[in-house]
């Protein structure tokens, strides 16, 4: 069966970094465009960044343009999330998914996406 796994989540003080990755496996990783949404408690979740399935788009959330970057590695199934220059609003669920699109299709809504993991915890201290 499909499984998407985040890993890399923790705690980080304010202006601090860190790298979310989500290990993909029961699936032909080359045929998913790749995403990554937060959620934190009692708020929606909401579209961070996604990646093509070619690996030559991206796109990105207002909140985190210039400070996060989205890539993957086909030879690992994997995709991921470097985030730096945390801020406390960070704080969230990261949760990555997929979904079978074009080659250079990102897609930014959650209900489109057929397979979720089941998150990593990002907390960024003031």
């Known amino acids: 069966q499909v499984q998407l796994v985040e890993s890399g989540g923790g705690l980080v003080q304010a202006g601090g970094s860190l790298r979310l990755s989500c290990a993909a496996s029961?699936?032909?990783?080359?045929?998913?465009?790749m995403g990554w949404f937060r959620q934190a408690p009692g708020k929606e979740r909401e579209f961070v960044a996604g990646?093509?399935?070619?690996?030559?788009?991206?796109n990105y959330a207002d909140s985190v343009k210039g400070r996060f970057t989205c890539s993957r590695d086909s030879a690992k199934n994997t995709v991921y999330l470097q985030m730096n220059t945390l801020k406390p609003e960070d704080t969230a669920a990261y949760f990555c998914?997929?979904?079978?699109?074009?080659?250079?299709?990102?897609?930014?809504?959650?209900?489109?996406?057929?397979?979720w993991g089941q998150g990593t915890q990002v907390t960024v201290s003031s």
């Open positions: 998914a997929a979904v079978i699109k074009g080659p250079t299709v990102v897609v930014t809504t959650a209900k489109e996406y057929r397979y």
């Open positions: 029961g699936l032909t990783f080359s045929a998913y465009a």
């Open positions: 990646i093509s399935r070619a690996g030559v788009r991206t």
